[in-house]
T-cell receptor, first 113, second 113 residues
Framework: EAGVTQSPTHLIKTRGQQATLRCSPISGHTSVYWYQQALGLGLQFLLWYDEGEERNRGNFPPRFSGRQFPNYSSELNVNALELEDSALYLC????????????FGQGTRLTVV | AQSVAQPEDQVNVAEGNPLTVKCTYSVSGNPYLFWYVQYPNRGLQFLLKYITGDNLVKGSYGFEAEFNKSQTSFHLKKPSALVSDSALYFCAVPLVAGNMLTFGGGTRLMVKP
């Protein structure tokens, strides 16, 4: 069974540009989560999508947005990139039931120059 | 608010010795608790979880964790460490609504031959 897949693996953007990151969940999982892992800041929850709807978002500005498609895949968009957006962005998926473990992709390394 | 703390940034242990990676939690109600491991430049891998029941939870790769309600702890343990166990370990708890996780700061485990 395929795990969570993310693309691209690496992404280099210039400050002020937009970045789009993609995630395909494990088959059967309806919930997709995005996390940011920035150096020195640990793992921060960004967004949660389930059944095509944004269910919750972390303490990030509105220029971080995304969506979930009917096949449950998801994309994360970061507008007006800033240098501090450089981080590893991790996608995870799970069943919607509480207490179920989430499975993570390998991440997208975003570098803003 | 739900939270977990990992009091040690790094744990050093010799190969073959037992290891413990500490985690304490602060949650309302009965906690769901998780351990994940991250190898360099990779996403997180699920190790084990506590939902309810036995206080000793067994997980992947020979790891286990002990839930202690009186001490509000969920320490990760392994009877005999391997060099290949060297990685970054995260304790996590779901935020109040949904399965999105809040993570501890991470503990780097270094197993030396």
């Amino acid at each position: 069974e395929a795990g969570v897949t993310q693309s691209p693996t690496h992404l280099i953007k210039t400050r002020g540009q937009q970045a789009t990151l993609r995630c395909s969940p494990i088959s059967g999982h309806t919930s997709v989560y995005w996390y940011q892992q920035a150096l020195g800041l640990g793992l921060q929850f960004l967004l949660w999508y389930d059944e095509g709807e944004e269910r919750n978002r972390g303490n990030f500005p509105p220029r971080f947005s995304g969506r979930q498609f009917p096949n449950y895949s998801s994309e994360l968009n970061v507008n007006a990139l800033e240098l501090e957006d450089s981080a590893l962005y991790l996608c995870a998926s799970s069943l919607w039931q509480g207490g179920t473990e989430a499975f993570f992709g390998q991440g997208t390394r975003l570098t803003v120059v | 608010a739900q939270s977990v703390a990992q009091p040690e940034d790094q744990v050093n242990v010799a190969e073959g010795n037992p290891l413990t990676v500490k985690c304490t939690y602060s949650v309302s109600g009965n906690p769901y608790l998780f351990w994940y491991v991250q190898y360099p430049n990779r996403g997180l891998q699920f190790l084990l979880k506590y939902i309810t029941g036995d206080n000793l939870v067994k997980g992947s790769y020979g790891f286990e964790a002990e839930f202690n309600k009186s001490q509000t702890s969920f320490h990760l343990k392994k009877p005999s460490a391997l060099v290949s166990d060297s990685a970054l370990y995260f304790c996590a708890v779901p935020l109040v609504a949904g399965n999105m996780l809040t993570f501890g700061g991470g503990t780097r485990l270094m197993v030396k031959p």
